[in-house]
């Protein structure tokens, strides 16, 4: 059976609107033509309550896809919830999805809509021409509860099929600045094959001894240096083990690095600009550009006024984004230089919980009862005051 591996659409990501849309539907059509079955490792959307329209896009996207005729069905489904359509497109939500325990979120209507098969902690087991595969899967939860999760769920392979084990997580191995990410050795054996979203690159890995496959985005969203390459999904062969990256048609991202510590001011200028006219010649269409400046300028430099409006030179022209995160006086960079790769590799909203959970685990705050990321989201909760705080305390009190 060959199975597309495509994740992270982020529909409604408002920096790049079109892009989410235009690229999510070319990978999804692209998929179902080379493709038995998809799995979608999580973030179908942006945010947890994505907008009519933003929901309405993503219908239309998976409508077209349950309409066609599919070599494959899903003939089996245990766990959690139920499934709707036996179309194989099986997905689990990820951290951009996640709401508060029992809450709905969006890959839960797509999935009562019969577009798709919620796998969240459940099984969803494929067929075709007699060969079977089973998806487990586990949803994107708060990182310091996904070995607690892992370790109740206790996922295990079915026997005589081909296993998958699908999650939505961060994992210290590629994200090595957090000691409470999972582990790969920590993830559950036994599965043919593993399948990850969340990490915005590419990455072809091994956990016991067997593939570990993560997509990648299909639109830009952090800028980061592992984005520069076409964005795409993978398409692995489940009797052969082979695996092929199918690229789309996505924007181009290119990052360059001026070094302007040994440049006079109206040098540096030049310099940025002639790398951004370059960058832009040798593309067909409107890039993203991000200039990374390194080296140390003086303090109260009059290229910063400059800096700050040439985004808005190039309008029409590219997306153009300076950085200046590496031209800090020495004795910031020095004292900060372990903390800017760790920021580099990290989005803002995980910079944000990580520095909260931080100054919890200072004063002494005992979260093994319940995690502080599902509190949070417990207090975000649409429900109303009496129910947020009914459904806290039953948390905390348990």
């Given amino acids: 059976m060959r199975i597309a591996i495509l994740s992270d659409f982020h529909l409604g990501y408002e920096r790049f609107r079109e892009d989410a849309f235009r690229q999510a539907e070319e990978a999804l059509g692209r998929a179902a033509e080379l493709a038995d079955a998809m799995l979608i490792p999580g973030d179908i959307f942006d945010g947890r309550t994505p907008r009519p329209d933003v929901i309405a896009e993503a219908i239309n996207l998976f409508r077209n896809l349950s309409r066609r005729k599919w070599n494959a069905r899903v003939v089996d489904f245990v766990g959690d919830g139920s ?43 494929i067929e075709a021409g007699g060969e079977r ?40 191995e590629l994200l090595p600045f957090n000691e409470q990410f999972m582990r790969m050795e920590e993830l559950p054996g036994g599965f043919d094959l593993y ?54 048609n996505s924007r181009r991202f290119v990052l360059q690095k001026v070094d302007v510590s040994k440049l006079g001011e109206g040098t540096i200028v030049s310099a940025v600009e002639e790398g951004i006219e370059s960058m832009i010649n040798a593309s067909n269409d409107r890039p993203v550009i991000r200039v990374v400046m390194e080296g140390k ?42 903390g800017k790769v760790t920021f580099e590799k990290m989005s803002v909203k995980d910079i944000g919980m990580g520095i909260f959970l931080e100054n919890l685990k200072q004063q002494g705050v005992d979260t093994g009862r319940v995690g502080p990321v599902d509190l949070l989201e417990m207090l975000g909760s649409d429900m109303g005051k009496d129910k947020i705080v009914k459904k806290v305390m039953e948390e905390l009190l348990k």
């Fill in 83 to 125: 499934h709707y359509t036996d179309v194989p497109i099986i997905a689990i939500p990820g951290t951009h999805e996640r709401r508060a325990q029992d809450d709905a979120d969006p890959v839960d209507l797509l999935g009562l809509a019969g577009l798709l098969v919620d796998a969240s902690n459940a099984t969803a087991v």
């Fill in 133 to 172: 595969v089973a998806v487990r899967g586990i949803g994107g939860i708060a990182d310091e509860r996904f070995g607690q999760v892992v370790s109740e769920q206790n996922p295990r392979p079915l026997e005589g099929v081909f296993n998958v084990f699908m999650f939505h997580e961060s994992l210290y």
């Fill in 195 to 248: 399948v990850c979203g969340h990490i915005h690159g590419r990455v072809e890995g091994n956990v016991h001894g067997k593939k570990l496959l993560i997509p990648g985005s299909t639109v830009l969203t952090q800028l980061r240096e592992t984005e520069q390459e076409r964005k795409g999904f993978y398409v692995y062969d489940t009797k052969s083990g082979a695996y092929e990256h199918v690229k789309i």
């Fill in 297 to 338: 300028v003086p303090r109260g430099s009059s290229i910063e006024t400059y800096l700050n409006d040439m985004p808005r030179k190039y309008d029409g022209k590219a997306v153009v984004e300076i950085s200046r995160a590496g031209i800090e006086e020495e004795s910031l960079r020095a004292a900060s230089a372990q």
